[in-house]
């Protein structure tokens, strides 16, 4: 298995859909659909009910393709504090947890229903466990396979 940390995760491990190539002694990576994987990586964080950590908070903002200045814009904070989330310096707040998971679903165009962000804000006892992420590439997409 691959273990990609290039994602700036380190809990993704690939299966399949990655070709390595050794050429002049150097060794190559490729991943045969990034935007289906990233998809795929950014869904399965969304949908846990563990609390973001600062990784993936980080990982949701560049899949949203938005600037620290931005999103510190849209959640009236400042920027130097979406910056402190990432790195994992100040914890992230349950409500700006939901509002980042209910902005990537919006971006998909998924359904959203108030229902899903009023339940991640009621749940501040999530599961905090990590879990090991392993995804398969099936039939030209990403599945999650618990590992």
């Known amino acids: 298995m691959y273990h990609y940390t290039e994602s700036g995760l380190s809990n ?3 299966k399949n859909g990655v070709t390595v190539e050794v050429v002049d002694g150097e060794e190559y990576t490729s ?3 990034m935007n289906g994987l990233h998809s795929a990586i950014a ?18 903002r560049i899949e949203l393709n938005v600037s620290q200045k931005m999103l510190a814009n849209r959640f009236g904070v400042d920027e130097q504090t979406i910056a402190r989330y990432e790195k994992g310096q100040t914890k992230i707040p349950r409500t700006t ?6 902005l990537y679903m919006e971006s998909q165009e998924k359904n959203n229903p108030v229902s899903y962000f009023l ?3 009621a749940n501040t ?3 905090k ?3 090991i ?9 990403w599945e999650k396979v618990e590992w």
């Open 12 to 14: 993704v491990y690939l």
């Open 31 to 33: 991943i045969d659909d």
């Open 43 to 60: 869904q399965t964080i969304v949908n846990t009910n563990k609390p973001l950590a600062h990784d993936e908070f980080k990982f949701l």
């Open 97 to 102: 947890d939901a509002a980042l998971r209910a």
């Open 119 to 121: 339940d991640l804000l």
């Open 125 to 127: 006892q999530a599961e």
């Open 129 to 131: 466990a990590a879990k």
């Open 133 to 141: 992420i392993r995804l398969e590439e099936v039939e030209d997409h």
